[in-house]
């Protein structure tokens, strides 16, 4: 009797333990959610010091002349379901149907991209379209999608651009060129089937998934394997938002690309890891490729650390598509 008992106390304890260990995983899965997809919505005036600090002297200046001269625009669509989502804009040479189209990265705001608009627009004088993303900047929305729903959203900003700036041209000539999550939503958005007026991409420091790219900072950050945890918060994140961190997927659209494509990567990030480069670049096995290594350059910092070779580079493959 007394050993039926002892053993009816150890299920009892067993049990317990199993539900608070049940219970402990699906809270941390909620806190790891809502630490990974919550936005910090910054000021226009807190990125614009951010972007100052970064960018060279240069930079500042022309920037200024733009908001001097009321050149910087604002914009805005509605979209079904996500809300009002806005933009930046930049008109280029009074007769040029050139287009780009720049995306931020993670936590960020449009203006981070300045820089690249400085190429695109003060170096080759195209028109420039800069998204707020879901969730960032002036656009609605109450969560970040880490490129995912995003390259949906930025495909009607891209038709939006062509209607803004094809002139008196039947369309635009159009390149989309994002870094770090917009270096992914631009992989994302060349799986997808585009306009014809879409020439070509350029991707910067982007992830291989959201899995990859979670796993990877929940092993750096916190020495915590993927797994069950990873699998919890993935399970978590389709039933709130309607996608898994599997299917947010940059590599798998990349398979699917036919359309000509940079890739640009830094070989000291450690972030978005460099060795992600290879995989993506590899996985595009349909069209025109090329591959610039950032050397010595950390996560997204390949422009800031090597201006003039970026620029010739990014000048150098858009010129192939666009004339």
Known sequence: MRSKRIKKILLWCLGVTALLAIIALVVSSFYML???LEPMRRSHQEAME???KREPESLKVWVDSLEKNKVLRDTSINVEGRGKL???????DSASNHVAVLLHGYNDRAESMLHIAYIYNHEMGFNVLLPHFFGHGDSDGDHIDMGWKDRLDVMQWMQVANDM??????QSQMVVHGISMGGATTMCISGEECPAYVKCFVEDCGYTSVWDEFSGELKNQFGLPSFPLMNITSTLCKMRYGWTFGEASSLEQVKKSTLPMLFIHGDADTFVPYAMLDRLYNAKTMGYKEKYIAHGTEHARAYTDHPEEYTQRVKNFVNRFIK
């Open 50 to 52: 951010r972007f100052y």
């Open 165 to 170: 700036f094809k002139g008196d041209s039947t």
């Open 86 to 92: 806005t933009a930046l804009y930049i008109n280029g």
């Open 34 to 36: 809502n630490f990974a």
